[in-house]
C-alpha cells in the first residue's frame, strides 16, 4: 500500500464522535476501497477535560487546530466544530495549504459558501458538504450528481427534525407547543435554547444551500421568507385534520417557469394525508424534488445524530480521498461560486393555495362579507369550515382558498380583519401545491 490519507478532525462533539467511530468500524473497507488507510491524525477540541470514550488512546487529541492543519502528514481537514467563527477561518486556512475540507456546517457555507468555494478553487482543492443538509440522506449528492440530467422545478423539505418532533407531538398528542417543546427538549430532540430550530432559521439555511445547487442560482439565507412554529397554534393543528391535512414546517423553492426567478420559504404548511411527507414524523427528515425526466421523487432518513449525520461525513471523506469529489467539483456547474444571484421573486407575487382561520362573531351574513372581500381580490374558496358555536362570542370560521397571489391575500386579509365582525387577527397559512406528474 501506499502513503495513507491523513485527516484533522477539528470538533470531537456528536458529529465528531460518529465520525471517528465510524471510520475506526469501516477501516479495513474503506482501506481496499482506496487502495490505502485512512488515519485520524489529530482530533482537535475545546476541552480537553472531556471523557472521550470513542478516542484510541494513541489518538493526538489537542486544542491546537492550526497545528494539525499545518502538519504536512494532514491532507483532508474535517471541520465539525459549527458556527462561524473559528470555523470559517480555520477551513479558509486549510484551503489556502492545500488541503481539501469536509464539512458539516450549513451556518457557514449558506452565510460564506460562495467565497470558500471561489477560495477552494483557486488553491485547485475541493470542499465536501454533504452532512450540512438532511444529517443522513444524500440530498446532495442527488442534486449534483444522481438527478444532473433533470430541470429541477421544485424542492420541498422536512429538513429540521426538532421542529418535524415537536410538529408530530402537538399533532399525535394533542399538546400545545410550549408542552411539545418540553418533551423534545427531555428527549434530546431540542437544544436548552431552542430559537435556531423553532424559529425556522435552520431550515432556511438549508434550504439556501439546497435551492443553490438545485436550481444553479446563488442563494442565501436571506433570500428565504421564513416563519418558524414557535407562533403556531393548536387548533391549526385540529382544524387542518378536519380537513384532511397536516401541519409540517416546510422548507419549499420553486422555480418559476416563465421567469426562472425563486420563490424560497420557510413555513408551517398543510399538507394533504395523502402526501408521503404527511407521513414524516419525529425526528425525521425528507426531502421531496420535482425534475421534469424524472417527476416527483422523495429521499427519506435521519436527518440529524451521530452515526447517521458521520455517514455523510465520512462518505464525504472517501469521496475527497478517490477524487470523485474533486472531480465533479470541477466538472459541475451548479456550485455557488460559478452561478449568478438568484433572481427571487418577491414574496407578494408568489401564488399559493392558503388556509384561513377568522374569528368572527356567529351572525347571518358575516360569511358573506368575508368571501366578497376576498373575492374582490380575485381569491376563490376550496372549502368552508364552522362549528357551532359554544358560549364564545366569536366562532373560528376555516376557509382554505385556491391558488392566489399572496400580496392579494395579504390585503384581503387587512381588509376582514377590520370588520367589526372581526375579533381577532386572521391567522394565514400555505398550502403545499406540488407540480403534476
Ligand atoms: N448534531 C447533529 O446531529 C448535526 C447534524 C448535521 C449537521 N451538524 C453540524 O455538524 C457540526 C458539529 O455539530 P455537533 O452537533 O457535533 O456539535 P457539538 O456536539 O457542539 O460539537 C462541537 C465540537 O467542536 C469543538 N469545538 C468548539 N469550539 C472549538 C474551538 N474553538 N476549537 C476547537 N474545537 C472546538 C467542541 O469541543 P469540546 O468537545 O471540547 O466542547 C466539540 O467537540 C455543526 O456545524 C452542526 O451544524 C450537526
Known amino acids: 500500500m501506499t502513503s495513507d490519507i491523513g485527516l484533522a478532525i477539528l470538533g470531537c462533539g456528536v458529529v465528531g464522535t460518529g465520525t471517528i467511530e465510524l471510520l475506526a468500524r469501516r477501516n479495513q473497507t474503506i482501506a481496499a476501497r482506496l487502495g490505502r488507510p485512512i488515519t485520524v491524525r489529530h482530533v482537535v477540541v475545546r476541552d480537553l477535560a472531556k471523557s472521550r470514550p470513542v478516542l484510541d488512546p494513541s489518538t493526538r487529541v489537542h486544542t491546537d487546530a492550526l497545528a494539525a492543519i499545518n502538519d504536512p502528514a494532514v491532507s483532508v481537514v474535517v471541520e465539525l466544530i459549527g458556527g462561524l467563527s473559528p470555523a470559517r477561518s480555520l477551513i479558509e486556512h486549510a484551503l489556502r495549504l492545500g488541503k481539501s475540507v469536509v464539512t458539516a456546517n450549513k451556518s457557514l457555507l449558506a452565510a460564506h459558501g460562495p467565497a470558500l468555494f471561489q477560495l477552494a478553487r483557486q488553491h485547485n482543492q475541493v470542499i465536501a458538504f454533504e452532512a450540512s443538509c438532511a444529517g443522513g440522506i444524500p440530498i446532495i449528492d442527488a442534486l449534483t ?3 444532473c440530467a433533470n430541470d429541477i422545478r421544485q424542492i420541498v423539505g422536512i429538513i429540521n427534525g426538532t421542529c418535524n418532533f415537536i410538529l408530530s407531538k402537538m399533532s399525535l398528542e394533542n399538546l400545545s407547543y410550549a408542552d411539545a417543546l418540553k418533551g423534545a427538549q427531555q428527549a434530546g430532540f431540542a437544544e436548552a435554547d431552542p430559537t435556531l430550530d423553532v424559529s425556522g ?13 438545485a436550481f444553479s442560482q446563488q442563494v442565501s439565507e436571506g433570500d428565504v421568507s ?26 419549499t423553492g420553486t422555480r418559476d417557469l416563465a421567469t426562472s426567478r425563486l420563490a424560497l420559504s420557510v413555513s408551517p404548511t398543510l399538507v394533504r394525508h395523502t402526501d408521503m411527507l404527511a407521513d414524516v414524523s419525529g425526528g425525521f427528515n425528507a426531502v421531496s424534488v420535482w425534475g421534469d425526466a424524472v417527476g416527483h421523487t422523495l429521499f427519506y432518513g435521519k436527518g440529524a445524530g451521530s452515526l447517521p449525520t458521520a455517514s455523510s461525513v465520512v462518505s464525504d471523506i472517501i469521496s475527497v480521498a478517490t477524487g470523485q469529489a474533486k472531480l465533479l467539483f470541477d466538472s459541475a456547474t451548479v456550485w455557488p461560486d460559478l452561478t449568478a444571484r438568484a433572481s427571487i421573486m418577491p414574496a407578494d407575487a408568489v401564488l399559493q393555495r392558503s388556509y384561513l382561520r377568522l374569528a368572527a362573531v356567529d351572525r347571518p351574513g358575516v360569511l358573506a362579507r368575508v368571501t366578497d372581500i376576498l373575492g374582490q381580490h380575485g381569491i376563490s374558496l376550496g372549502a ?3 362549528h357551532e358555536a359554544a358560549d364564545e362570542t366569536h366562532v373560528p370560521v ?7 397571489r399572496r400580496g392579494n391575500l395579504l390585503l384581503a386579509i387587512e381588509q376582514i380583519d377590520a370588520l367589526d365582525v372581526i375579533g381577532a387577527p386572521t391567522v394565514h397559512l400555505p398550502i403545499l401545491d406540488s407540480p403534476g406528474e
Open 145 to 147: 450528481r444522481g438527478l
Open 384 to 386: 368552508v369550515l364552522q
Open 201 to 213: 432559521r435552520d431550515a432556511a439555511q438549508k434550504l439556501a444551500i439546497l435551492s443553490s445547487l
Open 398 to 404: 376555516i376557509i382554505t382558498t385556491h391558488l392566489a
Open 226 to 251: 421564513c416563519t418558524g412554529i414557535d407562533t403556531l397554534d393548536a387548533r391549526e393543528i385540529t382544524f387542518a385534520r378536519e380537513l384532511g391535512y397536516t401541519i409540517k414546517l416546510l422548507a
